[in-house]
């Protein structure tokens, strides 16, 4: 089921070893193409253009794009206690940790007379992409509507995809955790032209505004999403472009066969083109490991989508020499979702550059970082935690710096920006300086 990479007695640079790593092939540049011509459509005829794409896409849309806030509060009435219980710890989990990652403002007193400070300061407006397909993900409506409120975002939109089993409405779960958040602008709209119509806003077929348009993106999908999302980049901000889930396992002889076969699966049965991959120096707890997995794929509910993530190229298990290629392997591979179960977890985590998260000891899996650790489940995919972050309050907040010299303290460095200013050419500058100094010296 799973193939077998063995770096074992190879002295690879890590360029060697990300080439080695087992990946979904995923062309967001193809799908680029396909989707340009739908976000120009949209920004063009707006609703007409959306429902349209539903009906080619999703099989049909809605009534009304725009779901009632009724509805949204009637969903919430309908919700099952124990997903509501679910819900709300999460809510609360996630809440706490974000706002307590909020930058604080800095100020800075470069001299005498001469503040330097930086503010952080809240984006206006953001559109917040749920995903549906294969499953339903009322928590990243938490993991996106708790980041936006934490930095103090005050206009939230949320598009999420048609259900045909709901008449094409949206799931009523997805709108019961929006109705807990406080949301009530929810669109019952999905993949590239949903993208299209958060970041270009789109108008009614009568002529009023159906959505206006937001300043940040966030949120994961699928290809075309992430495609759309890369295209609009540069008009709106984005999170990232996710891609396919993956988990990597760093194990050794402490390891629990069980635990890391369960976790393999865990997120195997998200997609076909999930990515489980095992990291271990131990040819004992890698066999076991697999024949844990078997009898597990056999029983679980989503076990073709499984066998098709758990044979396909993205993943493996990989055998090192020892725990220091293991973590070298880990940091090549750079997974949205890093686990450790080895005998001194903490000493591997802190040796841990390239992860979307990092999972700590038995009891520290990926499914609860999905919904209540309180950490957050949009974490950068494809080997990308090489540079990019998982979603935080920043993808929301703009640095701003505020420059506050007096007279004296412009003075006192005058000279060197009129120097340096006639250094680039640009003399103007220069005289922008001179004429202050000048001044305040009469």
């Not at 969903?75 to 940790?97: C, H, K, N, Q, T």
């Not at 009322?138 to 934490?150: C, E, F």
């Not at 029983?299 to 098709?308: L, S």
Request: charged share 15%; hydrophobic share 50%.
């Amino acid at each position: 089921m799973l193939r077998t990479i063995d770096v074992r007695g190879q002295n690879l640079t890590p360029g060697q070893l990300r080439a080695a790593m087992p990946r979904a092939q995923v062309d967001v540049a193809d799908a680029a193409a396909a989707v340009a011509p739908i976000l120009a459509d949209v920004r063009a005829r707006g609703e007409a253009a959306l429902r349209e794409y539903g009906e080619r896409f999703d099989g049909g849309s809605a009534p009304s794009l725009r779901v009632a806030p009724q509805q949204i509060m009637a969903a919430l009435d309908g919700l099952d206690p124990a997903v509501r219980a679910g819900l709300d710890e999460a809510i609360s989990r996630v809440r706490a940790f974000h706002q307590a990652t909020v930058p604080p403002p800095v100020s800075v007193d470069i001299a005498p007379g001469a503040t330097v400070s930086q503010r952080w300061i809240p984006v206006s407006r953001v559109g917040l992409y749920v995903p549906g397909g294969l499953a339903v993900y009322p928590s990243s409506v938490v993991m996106n509507v708790v980041t936006a409120q934490a930095a103090g975002v005050t206009s939230i939109a949320v598009a999420t995809p048609p259900q045909r089993a709901f008449d094409f409405g949206a799931h009523p779960t997805i709108l019961a955790a929006c109705a807990l958040l406080g949301v009530d602008e929810v669109y019952v709209v999905g993949g590239a032209h949903a993208i299209a119509m958060l970041a270009y806003g789109a108008q009614a077929t009568d002529g009023s505004e159906l959505c206006e348009g937001v300043d940040v993106i966030t949120g994961p999908g699928n290809v075309f999403v992430a495609a759309a999302k890369r295209l609009v980049n540069g008009t709106v901000g984005i999170d990232a472009e996710a891609g396919p889930t993956e988990i990597a396992v760093i194990a050794d002889e402490a390891a629990h066969p069980g635990f890391v076969a369960a976790d393999l699966l865990s997120q195997a049965e998200h997609d076909p083109l999930a990515g489980s991959v095992l990291i271990t120096h131990s040819q004992a707890l890698a066999g076991a490991v697999v024949q844990e997995l078997t009898g597990l794929v056999e029983a679980t509910t989503h076990r073709d989508r499984a066998v098709q993530a758990l044979s396909g190229a993205q993943s493996a298990v990989i055998l090192t020499d020892d725990v220091d290629q293991s973590i070298a392997v880990a940091n090549a591979y750079g997974a949205e979702h890093l686990e450790i179960h080895t005998a001194n977890p903490h000493a591997v985590a802190d040796q841990i550059r390239n992860a979307g998260a990092i999972f700590v000891g038995p009891y520290s899996p990926v499914p609860l970082g999905d919904y209540l650790a309180g950490s957050n489940h949009v974490l950068p995919t494809g080997g990308t935690a090489r540079f990019a972050s998982g979603l935080n309050v920043t993808a929301f907040l703009r640095a701003v710096a505020v420059i506050d010299y007096d007279a004296d303290a412009l003075a006192a460095v005058g000279d060197k920006v009129v120097a340096l200013a006639g250094a680039e050419d640009l003399p103007a500058h220069g005289e922008a300086i001179t004429a202050r100094v000048n001044a305040a010296r009469r």
